[in-house]
């Protein structure tokens, strides 16, 4: 904690010719600790959120506006049939271990996701490789087996980040990458915190020494920061304290928008809800508003399909399951399911454990009970994302434009109708923007009707921070807390 120097003290230091330096170290705020820390390996949104572009970088990043930028990757060409894509490479540029990258780097990278043993949660961004080759140290030629106009934006994902092999196998607890700031220690069950990287290629961030602090208790997160115990919190679990801190001239409040779509996922291959009567009845059950409302204390945009409100391509399919709880009651009763009974796995965010409270009265209201489940992260991704063992939960996904994730047949929620496969597989190779615009409506019209899961909103994205402080992200387009140019001002 910094304590800020008495009146007198000040004065005579600055009557003394001397200055008041802004600092440069931060302590930020997490809801959740990460499971590990190698974003090739492991699902939560919380590894990225210590890694991405302060620890790994890919060949690719997205920029604060969303964008696809140049990042190990200086520059890339793409053949004219939309298949032969190669990557020239910034020179100069080491891992934290002192090793140099190169192009086998790459090489070896883009292999180990996509092998058939691969632990990649991401896997799929691969699957359309068929060949990777090392034309000289600096230059790599990827060929796909079919066009891809997005394939630079897949290569952008925290999943996509170059490692090295001599270090790869210890990435969980012992990360090494490229990026602008060097792992330095693991607390567990408290913080991580990372060092400013000497040796970047990119020049020496402003921040010396950046630690990430696990506080998932709402009371217990806005009483660190009413204390200085944190610098940003840029994911604040308690919205209902914002107007609070607002007010406050040491803080400044920062609202954006997110990635989350945030759902009530539902188990497509568990009876009854394989039933598509049963999860339309589930849906009109629920009163978004009144969960954002609840829950977010009015932040939040609601959503009738995974698709975020702020892409271009987004259709608003909300009224397909307004709120009805008589229509609720006739499907269900349609559906001959009467005394239906379902498990509700609540993972810690406050949008899943508040949110469940409210979505368990909602549907109790219409004659389902729920047995509600609260989960910590760890046992959430391996009893239910990983497991599928579940009937009902409630999560965001804040991976970008992640509609695709409904064509895997593996996938938690276990949906994968043949025809949205063959949606997915016609706009992986599809590359005219009025086309692609015209699948993705396809894809958002079907997941809708289908009921595949609860749609309830899209993430805001609440943070707030020391007054002085400049360079966070107003709003996620992917799930980072990208400390590149993050700095004090005096």
Not at 48 to 63: K, M, P, S, W
Not at 135 to 150: I, K, Q, R, T, Y
Not at 280 to 285: L, S, V
């Amino acid at each position: 904690m910094r304590k800020p120097f008495k009146p007198a003290f000040a004065a005579l230091l600055l009557s003394a010719g001397m200055a008041w330096a802004a600092p440069d170290t931060i302590t930020v705020g997490m809801v959740l600790e990460p499971p590990n820390l190698d974003p090739t390996a492991g699902a939560a949104a919380a590894i990225d959120e210590v890694v991405y572009a302060n620890i790994f970088e890919g060949l690719t990043r997205f920029g604060p506006d969303g964008a696809v930028l140049p990042a190990l990757a200086e520059a890339w060409e793409v053949s004219p049939d939309g298949r032969i894509w190669t990557f020239f490479l910034r020179s100069g540029v080491t891992f934290h271990d002192g090793s140099a990258f190169d192009a086998y780097d790459v090489e070896f990278t883009l292999n180990r996701a996509r092998a058939e043993d691969s632990t990649n949660a991401q896997k799929p961004l691969f699957a359309g490789i068929e060949l990777v080759e090392v034309f000289e140290p600096g230059v790599v030629v990827v060929s796909l087996n079919a066009p891809d106009g997005a394939f630079a934006w897949k290569m952008a994902w925290g999943d996509a980040v170059i490692v090295a092999p001599e270090t790869a196998a210890s990435l969980a607890t012992k990360p090494v990458g490229t990026g602008p700031f060097v792992f330095s220690e693991w607390v567990q069950g408290d913080h991580v915190t990372l060092k400013a990287n000497d040796a970047y290629w990119g020049g020496k961030p402003a921040l010396s020494q950046a630690t990430f602090r696990f506080i998932s208790d709402p009371t217990a997160a806005f009483a660190a920061m009413m204390a200085g115990d944190l610098d940003a919190f840029p994911n604040f679990p308690a919205p209902e304290t914002l107007p609070q801190l607002a007010a406050d001239p040491r803080f400044k409040v920062i609202i954006g928008s997110t990635e989350g779509e945030t759902i009530l996922a539902m188990n497509n291959k568990q009876a009854p809800l394989d039933n598509v009567l049963v999860r339309e009845a589930i849906a009109h059950a629920i009163n978004r508003q009144d969960i954002i409302d609840g829950a977010m204390f009015g932040y939040g945009t609601p959503i009738g399909t995974h698709f975020a409100p702020h892409n271009p391509d987004y259709v608003d399919l909300s009224a397909l399951s307004a709120f009805d709880p008589e229509r609720s009651k006739a499907l269900l009763a349609e559906a001959g399911v009467t005394g239906l009974k379902l498990r509700l796995a609540l993972p810690p965010p406050t949008y899943a454990r508040r949110g469940g409270e409210i979505i368990a009265a909602q549907l109790r209201a219409v004659g389902i009970e729920t047995e509600i489940t609260n989960m910590e992260w760890a046992q959430w991704l391996e009893q239910v994302f990983r497991g599928r063992d579940f009937d009902l939960t409630i999560v965001s996904h804040t991976e970008p434009m992640d509609i695709d994730i409904y064509a895997r047949p593996d996938y938690y929620f276990q949906y994968a109708r043949p025809e949205f496969v063959t949606l997915m597989d016609e706009l992986k190779g599809t590359s005219d923007v009025a086309a692609r615009s015209e699948l993705l409506v396809q894809a958002q019209d079907m997941i809708a009707k289908d009921y595949v899961n609860g749609y309830l909103f899209q993430l805001a994205k609440t943070g707030v921070a020391n007054a002085k402080i400049e360079g966070l992200w107003e709003n996620s387009p992917t799930q980072a807390n990208d400390l590149t140019a993050v700095h004090w001002v005096d």
